[in-house]
């Protein structure tokens, strides 16, 4: 295998590697936010949605994760949009939102909503709860998160690793969303910048995180998730095919990825937690999509510079994705 990436300076990991073995989920599809978010393509603008004549005419069945009537919903090319539509069924604001879930009402990250919704799938739509403020100290380096963002602005914990500085404070739990750390505002920040600023605290020092915690039904009150390690692929959709979610251009109908697509997906989105602190499968179909017809992992680290250049991947990062999707090929899983 070829070694010469040297296309630029090697930039460290954002989160030390906090799972014991190597590394679905994330939303990365969302409209830029005022640090310079635009989903999976980075911080570049993407096109205006197109006109509704053109958007797929699907429609989509929905209940808030709490309790509600069930509302439907169509006609929407993003996730912010989806937002509004959900926001709109429910007279809601927009900016109640958090996340969504596919055919459950439990806050399982598992079964995160991200680029890909089937088409017979059932929407949960989770809404902020309780606010809450609380004092961290950072004994360790690594905190034991695992972050992830709605792709609207939100960004939220995904996974509380067993043992870690953040698993003994039972206020912190499973789909809390990050509002401010020491004070400053995230609303609007990716999940990348999230893990960036945690990592970056000073070890040894006491820091404040303000945190949202989702509305919760009678039946989850007592439920504090670590989010555990996936059982299975990315999660989808049950339905014939997929609709796939896209922060430029239309979303598009498309059949449901192939074996090797979702092992090199899970594999990849495995190596984003590992390597970064974040998980995030619309991110990682992308670079899937991206190394899938690379012939070496200089090609596959120039796509990456082009296309992703704003997360400043590290080369042993790139190595392991170009491996694990030649894994995948081979039927290696």
């Known amino acids: 295998m070829p070694l010469g990436l040297g296309r630029r300076k090697k930039a460290p990991p954002l989160v030390e590697n906090e799972e014991a073995e190597p590394g679905r989920g994330g939303l ?19 096109l205006p949605p197109p006109p509704p004549a053109l958007r797929p005419r ?29 926001a709109e069924a429910f007279r809601l604001p927009a900016a109640e939102v958090m996340f969504c879930t596919l055919n459950t009402h439990k806050v399982d990250m598992d079964k995160l909503l991200g680029g890909q919704i ?35 602005g939100y960004a939220f ?7 870690s500085v953040i698993d003994h404070i039972q206020l912190i739990s499973v789909g809390d969303m990050i509002e401010a750390i020491n004070g400053q505002s995230l609303l609007g920040c990716r999940h990348y910048e999230v893990a960036r600023l945690l990592k970056e605290l000073p070890r ?14 009678f039946d989850m009150i007592s439920i504090r998730s670590g989010g555990g390690r996936p059982s299975s692929g990315p999660q989808m959709g049950t339905g014939r095919g997929t609709l796939r979610l896209r922060s430029r251009g239309p979303a598009t109908v498309e059949d449901l990825p192939s074996a090797f697509e979702e092992k090199a997906i899970e594999k990849v989105d495995d190596l984003l937690e590992s390597y970064m602190g974040i998980r995030d499968t619309e991110l990682a179909a992308t670079m899937v999509e991206l190394g899938k017809d690379k012939r070496n ?5 120039e796509a990456l510079d082009e296309r992703l250049g704003d997360f400043a991947f590290p080369d042993e990062f790139v190595f392991d994705v170009w491996g694990a999707i030649g894994d995948a090929k081979v039927g290696r899983y």
């Open 297 to 301: 992992p200089d090609e596959l680290a």
């Open 58 to 86: 699907l429609v989509f069945h929905t209940q808030l994760a709490h309790g509600s009537p069930t509302g439907r919903i169509e006609g929407f090319t993003n996730v912010k949009e989806l937002y509004g539509k959900i």
């Open 118 to 152: 089937g088409l017979e799938d059932f929407i949960f739509a989770h809404v902020k709860g309780q606010r809450k403020e609380v004092e961290v100290f950072k004994s360790e380096d690594a905190l034991g998160l695992t972050i992830t963002d709605n792709g609207a």
């Open 157 to 163: 914990i995904k996974r509380i690793k067993e043992g």
């Open 28 to 46: 990365g599809v969302g409209e830029p936010g005022p640090l310079g978010g635009g989903g999976v393509g980075g911080p570049q603008m993407g």
């Open 204 to 217: 040894g020092r006491t820091f404040t995180l303000k945190l949202t915690e989702p509305r919760k039904a």
